[in-house]
């Protein structure tokens, strides 16, 4: 609140001395040097507001304080709704348009907020600054110049991005981070034609590694619900390679994705390139033979690239011909090829729902395939998972002595953890590591979304981040649904290539 009631400290004194602004036009010809003295004595005032407010921090006079910020605001508001007081006009104007705005402002309020319209304003020659922005920028430059002078604006999601450009053109650093953090907790949000992917090109665009990061990572965790959306078939051929490349998408299967992808080759029309990368993008032994016959005899794109993928499918059907041991003493199964993806279909795991997760220690369990290839279809996997909500390290857990007496120590806490163990062992299990992943789900926006990925072996003590923000014992937590935590475990077999490299 310090810098907002330093700038209205200092607006309330500009408008006073703007009464003056006759004489200042009539000496226009050392406007820059009048200039340079208001943001001089701007600075010492901002200095005198830094003693007021720290002499009440430190309980000047009887520690009381007194507050009427918000007051102020409201009438900082008002000089810029009515004009009061005003030296300068921006006038904003868009290419090939006639349409043109007018905002009666304050050189002293741009100046304190925006660096780049300090330069603006001192190197100008009249009391009309012209901004040239595009016809999007333009129809929120009104909201931008409101965060400027109050601090606060209320937005739509097709105005993240605009107020995002313009705050980030004129270097306003508060209004830019909040747009971003307003952006990233609104992928989920529903909008009639998306907007997820369109922010993740402007932000890989505008540099936004944060934005681009969490729209890309909510497209890759949350994909089943993103390929049935209208935006799906807009989205561009970059963003579609970067997709496809990736091993942690999560979707209902491979099939799943091939469809997608086959409804965006129809629908964009690529360049014979580009359709034959994402083609060739495909993990086409994730999927069953009789779906590779079928997509083969039906599949129009398929039928039209099929000489560029044709290596792929005669590798997926020797992968499930022969068992995972034999294919990998031939071929490097740790190609992107033999390697699940997160599919949630039953073949791969099972979700599960905890409720009361802060009560006690819950167990479940589940059968899997035990691999991809057709060669396993008929072998079964059965899974043992337990939910501990306040599992101790060793090093946490209460000591005995000889005697037998506990010793005092530190027993308060605990984390949560979960173990996945195989009921039984097998000799199938020769060659092939099993990777746990556990889905955490969370309801945004009316929408249930994957909120967390964890990868382990055995034990989420491998991460030793699992639900590590989660406070499962707030009943609004936004990890709880209906007072219960909504996992989905995924096991992916991983096969151990067993080519002898030759001297």
Known sequence: MRSIEKLVIVVIIASFLACFHPLINYCSNVGAVLHTARLQESEKMAQRADL?????QEGGSDGNTISHSQTLLQRLEALLNQGNGSDVSLRVETPNAD?????????????????????????RNSSTMVLRESSDCAAVFDKFIRYLYC??????????????????????QSLQQGVTN???QNLARDSPSGHVAGWYEYALQAGDVVLRDSCLQYLAWNLSSVLQSGEWVSISSQLLMTLLQRSDLILQSEMELFAALEAWIIQNEPDGLTAENTLRAVRYAMMPP?????????????ARYQESVRDLLYMSYQFHSASPLQMAKYFDVNCSLFVPRNYLSAVWGSPWIINNPTRDDRSTSFQTQLGPSSHDASKRVTWNALFSPRWLPLS?????????AMQPTRVEGGRPRIIITPATSSADFAGVNFQKTVLVMAQQHG?????????????TEENGDFLAEANLYRRTSEYLIDSSLFLHVVVKPLYQTLITTKN
Do not use: C, W
Not at 448 to 454: A, E, G, I, P
């Open 447 to 459: 929408k249930l979304v994957v909120k967390h990925v964890y990868n382990f072996h055995q034990s």
């Open 99 to 123: 349409e043109v705005k007018v905002i009666q402002a304050h050189s002293l309020v741009l100046s304190l907020q925006s660096s780049v319209f300090e330069e603006m304003l001192l190197s």
């Open 396 to 404: 946490m857990r209460p000591m005995y002595t000889e005697s037998g």
């Open 290 to 302: 009789r779906e590779l016959f079928r997509l083969q005899t039906q599949s129009t794109v398929l």
């Open 151 to 172: 601090g606060e604006i209320s937005l739509r999601l097709d105005q993240a991005t605009p107020l995002h450009k313009l705050a980030a053109k004129y270097q306003v």
């Open 182 to 184: 307003y952006m990233t």
């Open 52 to 56: 007021i407010l720290d002499f009440a």
